[in-house]
């Protein structure tokens, strides 16, 4: 940020030339630093991308750069132990606690260097804040506003408008007079340029030498104007992505705005398709076909199996104008190291954008690119299969199962005939191998498939429900055969009864195998967002309606589905909170409390349960042994008087030790009321 804030405000001068011979201008090193710091952190990312975690997301789950400013201060000041203005410390600390529903890729704090001075330890742990860099933020506040809205219309006198006509000049010199853009209609201006292409001399004194954030600031009503154009046939596609690319060489920071002015304009909706038809734009229907297919044999081949996903009948491939602008532009950018940069931003906005369009956006924009880099192939299929989990809630919910059928193993599996073993393994696979397999690519493991995808499906609030489900029916399908087993033995000798118990063993670690992975996919998926929809919404719905309960199951099927869901749940809290005293522990008790406070109503009868008794009697049972056992910095957080409730019930069930343990727990608060439960 700050040589953004240096370079960009800085006008350009004649580039100096280093000693690999590479030109080294103003424009290039901002350019470099502006395109890295976007690359790593994604905050210009158009608002559909900042609504992937759906109702509940708490403040701070859309990456803006004040969210992030914020949490590196916050994590500085944890690791040199400095103080921090109020406000950011209170608004770090929440936002810290939320970290996890980004994901984990955020920083790691900052450990002091051996041999750094004690002053650029203390500039380095100072806080900093947007305001600290005026040019930065004034760029960032009209580029928030640009995406937010559609561009409305800059008066002729603004300094925007001229430098947008400035740039408009530099990109389509060589057009005739009348057909030159002009930045506020989108028509033709009969006075921008002139109709001759000019000499080497006239083409530079074009090039406007201003400072690169005046550049930024006009380059948004630049590209509206362009595409404006070209949708009322004032520009042809081919003079579009010709003026784009000069403009990105000219400034190759620009490419950001571009990328982030298209896929924002994507999400509107209101730009006509355009017809990939060869003549106007580029055609992918070389290998349009074998893309579709081989996506859906990647799919199948993980169990997930979709009705359909080519296009019916004969019908051309389009896409919506402005993605076909920048698949356009992006395959004119040559593969070297030169052009990493512009990759580093163009490649997953790009991905991201066909996947959020409408089908086959996706196949169509990665045929294009598997013509242009052939040795891209697998890679860009095996990319591409991931945008179905987008758009289709169903293809997400095979994927979970295959992962559980892949990781426990099945005689009758969905995915490969190496599930059969079950284990991490079959889960995970060997990752992406395209050049092992002897026909092309080999198939992918659901898990590993899992992994690269759940950052990308936009709605997860339904997950919690679905691997609670999946978590249930396994331990309700290993009760089953356990108890099948138990009758075909009856009437038989003792040796082998005793076989019975090494297979209650098996079917015990199997049900914790399937709740740890549930945990580990949940809080993978969503963090502590989902886990406290789990425990706010999905528990208690599911103990209240009885979801999936089966009427008159047998004993041991009820039983060894509360085990599971009290594992599965303890699980979720001990990734998301922790087990022991921390930062997080003002959230844990909230959410602690309230499920607590769930369990003691319900014990006092206080409503109706849906589910079979034998079922909701194993789920507390368990869980608060395990809580006891494992997580006693729990009970510390719970309320007195709801600790109290939970021991008179579970004296009503014939469990005087585990209320009295679970009081004990509880502190010296909790003395009065082990001494009655002793009493009675």
Not at 136 to 162: D, E, M
């Amino acid at each position: 940020m700050p040589i953004c804030e240096v370079f960009g405000s800085i006008s350009p001068t004649v580039p100096q030339t280093s000693n690999t011979g590479e030109d080294i201008s103003v424009y290039m090193v901002f350019s470099c630093a502006f395109l890295l710091l976007l690359k790593l952190w994604k905050f210009y990312r158009p608002p559909h991308e900042h609504c992937m975690l759906g109702k509940g997301a708490p403040v701070g789950s859309e990456l803006t750069l004040e969210y992030l400013l914020l949490l590196r201060n916050n994590r500085l000041a944890s690791s040199f132990n400095t103080p921090v203005e109020n406000s950011a410390k209170e608004n770090g600390q929440y936002l810290g606690e939320r970290s996890s529903v980004i994901g984990s890729s955020l920083p790691q704090p900052l450990i002091p260097v051996k041999g750094q001075s004690p002053g650029a330890l203390s500039l380095i742990a100072q806080p900093v804040f947007i305001d600290s860099f005026p040019n930065f933020n004034a760029w960032y506040r009209q580029h928030k506003a640009c995406i937010a809205s559609t561009l409305s219309g800059i008066v002729r006198c603004n300094p925007l408008h001229q430098i947008a006509d400035k740039l408009l000049n530099m990109m389509y010199r060589k057009l005739s007079k009348g057909g030159t853009v002009s930045s506020t209609t989108g028509t033709s201006a009969s006075s921008s340029l002139s109709n001759s292409s000019g000499s080497v001399g006239e083409e530079a004194s074009l090039r406007p030498m201003l400072p690169a954030w005046d550049i930024l600031g006009a380059v948004p009503f630049v590209v509206d104007a362009v595409l404006t154009a070209c949708a009322h046939g004032r520009l042809s596609p081919r003079d579009l992505t010709t003026g784009l690319r000069d403009l990105v060489d000219f400034l190759p920071a620009s490419l950001a705005i571009i990328v982030s002015y298209f896929t924002a304009e994507v999400t509107r909706g209101v730009w006509k398709p355009a017809s990939m038809n060869g003549t106007d734009w580029p055609s992918p229907a070389a290998n349009l076909h074998n893309i579709e297919s081989q996506i859906k044999e990647v799919l199948a081949a993980t169990g997930v199996h979709i009705p359909s996903l080519t296009v019916g009948g004969n019908a051309p491939a389009t896409l919506p104008l402005p993605l076909a602008a920048l698949v356009s532009l992006t395959i004119t950018f040559k593969l070297d190291k030169s052009a990493e940069h512009l990759h580093g931003v163009a490649g997953p906005a790009l991905e991201s954008t066909a996947g959020g369009s409408p089908w086959p956006s996706t196949p169509i924009v990665a045929a294009l690119w598997a013509q242009k880099v052939r040795r891209w192939h697998d890679y860009i299929v095996f990319f591409s299969s991931r945008t179905v989990f987008k758009q289709d809630k169903h293809a997400v919910v095979q994927l979970l199962k295959s992962c559980f059928a892949a990781a426990l193993g099945s005689s009758n599996s969905l995915v490969s005939k190496l599930t059969v073993h079950g284990g991490v393994g079959a889960l995970l696979g060997h990752g992406f191998r395209s050049h092992l397999a002897p026909g092309g690519m080999s198939p992918v493991a659901p898990g590993f498939l899992y992994l690269r995808t759940y950052r990308a499906i936009y709605d997860i609030m339904f997950i919690p429900e679905e691997i609670l489900s999946l978590v249930v029916g396994v331990a309700r399908d290993l009760s089953t055969m356990e108890t099948d087993e138990h009758c075909g033995q009856t009437g038989k000798s003792a040796h082998r009864l005793k076989s019975r118990q090494l297979s209650l063993a098996v079917v015990m670690a199997k049900v914790k195998q399937a709740s740890t992975l549930g945990a580990s996919l949940l809080c993978v998926t969503g963090g502590s967002g989902l886990v406290q929809i789990l425990y706010q919404e999905t528990l208690p719905t599911w103990f209240l309606s009885g979801s999936g309960t089966k009427p008159k199951s047998e004993g041991s099927v009820s039983i060894l589905e509360g085990y599971a869901i009290a594992h599965f749940s303890i699980l979720c809290g001990a990734c998301a909170w922790g087990m022991n005293a921390s930062s997080l522990s003002t959230k844990r008790a909230q959410m602690i409390n309230y499920h607590m406070g769930f369990l003691a109503s319900a014990l006092q009868q206080k409503f109706s349960l849906g589910c079979e008794h034998a079922t909701w009697k194993a789920y507390v049972i368990g869980f608060l042994s395990m809580m006891i056992t494992c997580a006693p910095n729990w009970i510390s957080d719970v309320n007195l008087e709801t600790l109290r409730k939970l021991a008179i019930g579970l004296r009503w069930w014939h469990e005087p030790e585990l209320a009295l343990a679970l009081l004990e727990r509880g502190g010296c608060r909790a003395m009065s009321a082990a001494a009655e439960l002793v009493m009675s």
